[in-house]
């Protein structure tokens, strides 16, 4: 496991973060699931706006170093909640910054 992020800070994911958060989402996915470009993985779909616009749902930034670095979404259907997608900045991955977007949905 890697060394604890320094100074990590949670919020509320605004609008202006969703293009960040796009590219965040497709190298994260891109990069664990092995793609040869993943800049590129999955830019025909919209798991982050979509999602940002949905009702029903609340989503969060994490930051470092006052760089957004990752996010979490985190919907609730009457009694019934889940989050996703989580992702975070593969360079950035084993440090702690997934656990305190998980625990921000909680």
Do not use: C
Request: proline share 7%; no cysteine; hydrophobic share 45%.
């Amino acid at each position: 496991m890697g060394t604890a992020a320094p100074s990590v800070a949670i919020r509320a994911l605004a609008e202006t973060d969703l293009p960040k958060a796009e590219r965040i989402f497709r190298l994260a996915f891109g990069t664990f699931l092995g793609a040869p470009e993943p800049e590129t993985f999955w830019s025909d779909r919209d798991y982050v706006r979509g999602r940002w616009q949905a009702p029903h749902v609340a989503a969060f930034a994490a930051e470092v170093g006052g760089e957004l670095v990752g996010s979490n979404f985190a919907t609730r259907w009457g009694s019934v909640g889940f989050f996703g997608p989580l992702t975070i900045r593969p360079d950035l991955w084993d440090r702690g910054i997934g656990a305190r977007l998980v625990e921000a949905v909680t």
